[in-house]
């Protein structure tokens, strides 16, 4: 069973910069593709950024320009950089893992088989 584990949340203000990090256990297939998810209380899970192993990557229009997606194939982990935070962006993030997705459902939740278990992003003002 493929597992996740998030770290790197935090309490930051606006402004600031945080990364986030996702390991996985294993990748178990070619057309791996790992993504960032958020929901904020009150709010449905939301699509962040998303990256195949092969290096395409996509965002969200919340976040372009500010997020940036990557990857340590020699560590299994995928990265996320996010920078000139807002309050906005106050959410728990979840990474997310697949072996089979096409690339036009990396931003679709249901899409995804494997998730972890979240980390807490908290932007004051």
């Known amino acids: 069973q493929v597992q996740l584990v998030e770290s790197g949340g935090g309490l930051v203000q606006a402004g600031d910069s945080l990364r986030l990090s996702c390991v996985t256990s294993?990748?178990?297939?070619?057309?791996?593709?790992m993504a960032w998810f958020r929901q904020a209380p009150g709010k449905e899970r939301e699509f962040v950024a998303a990256m195949r192993w092969s290096g395409a990557t996509r965002y969200a229009d919340a976040v372009k320009g500010r997020f940036v997606i990557s990857k340590d194939s020699a560590k299994n982990t995928v990265y996320l950089q996010m920078n000139r935070l807002a309050p906005e962006d106050t959410a728990v993030y979840y990474c997310?893992?697949?072996?089979?997705?096409?690339?036009?459902?990396?931003?679709?939740?249901?899409?995804?088989?494997?998730w972890g278990q979240g980390t807490q992003v908290t932007v004051s003002s």
């Open positions: 294993e990748r178990t297939s070619s057309n791996w593709a």
């Open positions: 997310a893992a697949d072996g089979n997705l096409i690339l036009s459902s990396l931003g679709t939740a249901n899409q995804y088989d494997y």
